[in-house]
């Protein structure tokens, strides 16, 4: 069956340092990942898209890498800030849909 | 980026009656539409797949007669909650596309008492 995994339902850091998120796939063929965030209530906003012949996309203090071989996606936020606390979702789009699967998002929070 | 519009953000109504939601594209023409419903600390999952001028297309499990779409325009889809249950309570977002890029209402919670 197909999963879209995000490794940890939240994770905690101190601001300053870089927060990894990891989103693993299985039995998808994606066209591109999408990492999107998501604050209490509200509907999910698009950070970044990362095709699958891209290895590395950077917007910013965010940077995604996509290996379709480990069929996994990072998700990296450097020099965090206590802004940053948040849900933050991958979702896949696989070749020949145009619909969006989502991971189950990961928590982060940012202390200072 | 673009804007999509979703009303009402919060509705409580009673158990056995219809809420309808709109979801607007606002500043671009949108062909294909998105529901989703979210549960807390959940993911987002798809209810169906909004479709201008034909029949919405709908995931494995979700009831076309309870959840009814209709997407009339290339700027409006609607989602009717029929015959609501305290069980349908829960956070339905919308979402259009525009290109590769998805851009999502912002949510309505329903609660149905």
């Known amino acids: 069956s197909q ?42 906003v698009f950070l970044l898209l990362i095709r699958e012949n891209e290895k590395e996309k950077r917007k910013e203090r965010l940077k995604v890498t996509f290996d379709t071989t480990l069929k996994q996606s990072l998700f990296h936020i450097t020099a965090s800030q206590p ?12 070749k020949g849909n145009n619909d969006m699967r989502f991971g189950a998002g990961t928590r982060l929070t940012v202390k200072p | 980026g673009a ?35 979210q549960f807390p600390k959940q993911s987002l999952m798809l209810m169906a797949t909004s479709n201008e001028g ?34 349908d309570s829960s956070f339905y977002i919308c979402s259009a596309a525009q290109g590769t890029e998805a851009f999502f209402g912002q949510g309505t919670r329903l609660t149905v008492v």
């Open chain 1, 3 to 44: 999963k879209i995994e995000q490794n940890s339902e939240a994770l905690n850091i101190q601001e300053g340092k870089t927060a990894t998120l990891t989103c693993n796939y299985t039995n998808y063929s994606p066209a591109y990942l999408q990492w999107y965030r998501q604050d209490p209530g509200r509907g999910p």
């Open chain 2, 3 to 37: 804007v999509v519009s979703q009303h009402p953000s919060r509705v409580i109504c009673k158990s056995g009656t219809s809420v309808k939601i709109e979801c607007r594209s606002l500043d671009f023409q949108a062909t294909t539409m998105f529901w989703y419903r």
């Open chain 2, 54 to 87: 034909s029949k919405a297309t709908y995931e494995q499990g979700v009831e076309k007669d309870k959840f009814l779409i209709n997407h009339a325009s290339l700027t409006l889809s609607t989602l009717t909650v029929t015959s609501a249950h305290p069980e």
């Open chain 1, 83 to 94: 802004a940053d606390s948040a849900t933050y979702l991958c979702a896949l789009e696989s």
